[in-house]
Structures are given as structure tokens and as C-alpha cells.
């Protein structure tokens, strides 16, 4: 390491109450040479990543750095198998991120900001996880609500609609109340046929038989507004009942500037500025993705071929494939005694993709089990596939990728979120009331505005669909993103909602579709053979 970048590097650590020892800078060293005429970016990235580890003193010496680089370096190499295609750049232009790997933040209602936690949750919570989930989940939508100008509170005599006056009482308030009050609060099912409303004081039984729904699915456990009065019977007779509003992306952004939610790394404006100019130029990047890819079935296997043969031929081949689960016809249970054929099954696919050489050499592929694929259990968020099953493929594509369910990708500047998993039939099951037709009467319309406007990707009972409490933070979508892909059985279908690209490739083994999705432009094409 020469001299003045020695330096650089020491007064760069000394600016932010850093020490670094002499064993230190061997690992320094190893990590830049990776970065030729990139040495301050680098830095800048090493410095961020350094400054979010809980160290035990400010001196640097030799461990805490090694474990560092080489967690850098690793993600480094992960992030160019997937950019295959190539790019000058030194940004790098996409990055994957594991659902294990989000970064979980909570709001403090006292201090109106976020707290990040730093050490990674355990598996197995306590007790208390199961109502931090509801709490967490409760305030990310009340923070949004409580900056929303119809239910903010007036100030002085500024002029304000009716509409706009409406006021958020809690429900501990509404005792001894009468009139017309709005509240906001979590459907729950406290004792057999009786429905309440639950906030952060306390909990009302409702009446929710004549109530005027908006669009989505109203099922237990997702939080909405409602407008009503208190009856002499202490029950809350609904008028009206919809879901909190949408907050504007660039409000949430703007207003927590600094935080990463999505957990691709902080940027700076100049940064962003030039990945978005970069972004821009990119209009041959496309993404296929391909939902219910059953490796056990002929047809299946055939219509693939069909697929790389055609995209192999083309002037530009697609930058990424996805395939979402389910990878087998049968679900993988204690039942499945199959495991050798399902991994010599994934060798031939990778066998497959190896005959087609441009393929291979310049796209990316990545992997994201579907509800009944191998795995621990059919909890969400779901670990990704397990090697002894994917390591034949990986023999013949070395920068195959194999992210949980859900997974995210950062595309330059846009923030894309996979989610495979049968919603539509599991919302519509679980539904209290059949969903309003008044705006529209589509369903996979219905389940996007649930999912955006809970924030959520599965507001469904935990005995509909277990999550891991400690982990129910990896299903946020806050702020939203800008594209959000629902591998579902169902019918495929493409949404744009509130400027939110929402699509559902279709089951490519039942019904031969797929999709094909360019980010430079947000256009999705849905095809089929």
C-alpha cells in the first residue's frame, strides 16, 4: 500500500474517532486492490459497513476488519455473478439481499424516529415477539397516518375541509363517547363469532355487519380506519371502514433520509445521481421470471427449452432469469422420500442453461422457493434451497444465485421485491366480508391494495400463515417499493397502482406463462408459449 493512500486512509478513520493498528492494514490493503481506481468509494464503503458493527473499542486491529472485508468481498462477487451482462461502471448496478440479511428498524412513537437493531433476532423469540410483531407492524402505519393532512390535527383556525378534520381517537377513549369518531386498529378475533378492534390501549368489540368497506381483502389481523359511534351496549357500530392511506414514496424517503430500509447500503445524492443516469442508458436490461417451475415434469422441462433457445437467439440476451418455486409437482413433505431425484433433476436444468453458452455467459440466475418446496417448514420468511439439492446445478452455473422467500434486488436506483407464495386464494379464504365492487372487481387488484397499503406482503392470520416473529420485519414494504413481483398460482396479471408496478408472472407449468420485465422503462410484458 503506497504511501498517500496510507494516509488518505488513516485521516478518513482518525474523522470518525477510528485508530487503526499496523496489523490492520494488510486486510485494508486486500480489500482495495479489488477496487482499482475506485480507493475512495471503496473506503467510503468499508468505513459504513465498519460503523454499523457493534465493536467493543474504537481501536482497529486485525479481526474485526478481516471479518468485515471478507464479508464485502464476498457480496462483491455474489453481485457481479448476477451482472454477468457486464458494465463499466464501478457502481455496481444490481444487488441481491436476503430476506435474513433486511435490516429491522422500529419507530419510537415517543422521539418520532427509527431505531435500527443491530444484532441479528434469533429464531425462536419469546413470548413478548408475538405482540411486538402486532405493535410494529401498528406503528409503521400509524407514523404514515399521523403526517397524512385529513387526520392530522386542525391548528388554530386554519381552514380545513370536513373530511380533513377527521381525528384519530384511541380506543380507550371511547368510553362514555358519543357521536361520530374515527379510530384505527388491528381486526381480532377474541372470542369465537365476536370481532374487535385493537390499538396500543386497548381493545372494542365491533359491529361490522352494515359497514361500507373501500377496496382490498378485510380479513383478521389487517389494520384499518374506521368511522363509527360507541352503542349503549359498548359495542362500535361501523359506518365506514377502510385501510390506512398510502404514503408517497419520496415523502417516506425524504422524510427518513439517511435510513436503509431496503438493505442495499446507504447513498449519497451523488450517488443516486449518477446510478440514475446510469439507469437510464440501461434499456436492453430485462428480467424473465418464471413462477411454479416443476423440474419433475416433461412438458415443463420441454417449454424451458424452448424459452433459452428463443432468448439465446435474440441480439441482447436478458440480463436476469428468476425462477420462483414450486420446483416440484408435489409438495416436499415428510412424505417426500425424493431428494436424490429432485437434485439430479436441478443438474439437468443447470446442464440445460449450460448448452446455451451466451446464456450462461452473460445473464444472471436466481433461485426463490416457492410454499412447497424443501425446506425446514412452510414458515415465512422461507431460507433458500438447500445445497445438497441445488449443488449439481451450481457445478454447471457457478453464479446461479439462491435467495429466501421473499428476497429484493437492487436495480441502480430501483427497489425490486419477490414474493412467492399463493396469496390470492389464502386473502379471498380468509376474507370477513366480500370485497367492495365499486371501484373495481378484480381480485388481483383487491390484493395489491392490501398488501401496499398494510405494508405488508402477508397480513393473513399467523394460523393461516406462520411467520417467524422475530422476522416479520422482512415482509415490510416501507417505503414502497417500486416494483413488487406476487408469484401466485392464480391467473397472471400486471397492476400499476399508485405508481407501484405490481405483477404476477402466472404458473408456467399449469398454464405456460411468464413474464418479462424491463426496469429501465417499468414495463412488463406477460407472455406465454
Not at 393532512?149 to 381517537?169: E, K, L, R, W
Not at 359497514?211 to 359495542?235: D, H, P
Not at 393461516?464 to 416494483?483: A, G, K, M, R, S
Request: hydrophobic content about 35%; some cysteine; glycine content about 6%.
Amino acid at each position: 500500500m503506497n504511501s498517500a493512500i496510507r494516509n488518505k486512509l488513516q485521516r478518513k478513520f482518525k474523522m470518525r474517532g477510528y485508530t487503526i493498528k499496523f496489523e490492520a492494514l494488510s486486510e485494508f490493503q486486500r480489500f482495495l486492490i479489488h477496487f482499482p481506481g475506485a480507493e475512495d468509494e471503496a473506503l467510503d464503503i468499508l468505513l459504513e459497513e465498519i460503523r454499523r458493527r457493534p465493536l467493543k473499542s474504537s481501536v482497529l486491529d486485525k479481526e474485526p476488519v478481516q471479518k468485515v472485508v471478507s464479508l464485502l468481498l464476498e457480496t462483491n462477487t455474489a453481485a457481479e455473478g448476477l451482472t454477468g451482462n457486464g458494465c463499466e461502471s464501478s457502481a455496481q448496478p444490481m444487488g441481491i439481499i436476503d430476506a435474513f440479511d433486511f435490516p429491522k428498524f422500529r419507530y419510537d412513537p415517543i422521539k418520532k424516529l427509527f431505531h435500527e437493531y443491530k444484532a441479528k433476532p434469533p429464531i425462536h423469540g419469546d413470548a413478548s415477539a408475538k405482540a411486538t410483531l402486532y405493535k410494529d407492524r401498528f406503528l409503521l402505519l400509524f407514523q404514515k397516518l399521523s403526517r397524512d393532512p385529513h387526520f392530522s390535527t386542525p391548528v388554530f383556525d386554519s381552514d380545513i375541509s370536513d373530511y380533513g378534520s377527521c381525528q384519530i381517537s384511541t380506543i380507550q377513549s371511547l368510553v362514555g363517547q358519543t357521536g361520530k369518531k374515527w379510530v384505527m386498529g388491528l381486526i381480532s378475533q377474541l372470542e369465537d363469532g365476536h370481532f374487535y378492534l385493537e390499538d396500543l390501549t386497548a381493545a372494542v368489540e365491533v359491529d361490522l355487519s352494515d359497514a361500507r368497506i373501500t377496496t382490498g381483502f378485510f380479513s383478521e389481523n389487517t389494520i384499518v380506519l374506521a368511522e363509527g359511534e360507541m352503542l349503549l351496549n359498548g359495542i362500535f357500530k361501523v359506518k365506514t371502514c377502510g385501510f390506512p392511506p398510502l404514503e408517497d414514496r419520496e415523502k417516506s424517503v425524504t422524510m427518513f433520509s439517511g435510513i436503509d430500509f431496503f438493505g442495499s447500503g446507504s447513498l449519497t445524492k451523488e450517488e443516486t445521481r449518477r446510478l440514475a443516469e446510469l439507469e437510464k442508458e440501461a434499456v436492453n436490461d430485462m428480467f424473465v421470471i418464471l413462477s411454479d417451475v416443476w423440474l419433475d415434469n416433461e412438458d415443463t422441462m420441454e417449454n424451458l427449452k424452448t424459452i433459452f433457445s428463443g432468448y439465446e437467439n435474440e441480439h441482447v440476451v436478458p440480463s436476469l432469469f428468476v425462477f420462483m418455486g414450486n420446483f416440484c409437482s408435489r409438495p416436499c413433505n415428510l412424505s417426500f422420500n425424493s431428494y436424490s431425484s429432485l437434485r439430479s433433476q436441478f443438474g439437468k436444468l443447470g446442464k440445460m442453461i449450460a448448452d446455451h453458452q451466451r446464456l450462461k455467459e452473460h445473464s444472471g440466475f436466481l433461485f426463490i422457493p416457492g410454499p412447497d418446496d424443501v425446506g425446514p417448514s412452510n414458515v415465512l420468511p422461507r431460507c433458500l434451497l438447500p445445497k445438497y439439492v441445488t449443488e449439481e446445478l451450481q457445478n454447471y452455473i457457478p453464479n446461479a444465485a439462491f435467495l429466501s422467500n421473499p428476497c429484493r434486488i437492487k436495480f441502480y436506483t430501483q427497489e425490486i421485491v419477490f414474493f412467492r407464495q399463493d396469496m390470492l386464494y389464502r386473502m379471498r379464504r380468509s376474507c370477513l366480508m366480500p370485497p367492495s365492487n365499486e371501484e373495481t372487481s378484480d381480485p388481483f387488484e383487491h390484493l395489491v391494495a392490501t398488501i401496499t397499503h398494510q405494508s405488508h406482503l402477508c397480513p393473513l392470520p399467523l394460523s393461516v400463515q406462520p411467520i417467524i416473529w422475530n422476522f416479520d420485519h422482512c415482509l415490510h414494504l416501507y417505503p414502497t417499493p417500486h416494483t413488487i413481483v406476487l408469484g401466485d398460482r392464480s391467473e397472471q396479471k400486471a397492476f400499476n397502482y399508485t405508481g407501484i408496478t405490481c405483477f404476477n408472472p402466472g404458473s408456467f407449468s399449469n398454464d405456460n406463462t411468464f413474464a418479462a420485465y424491463r426496469p429501465c422503462s417499468r414495463e412488463v410484458e406477460l407472455s406465454a408459449l
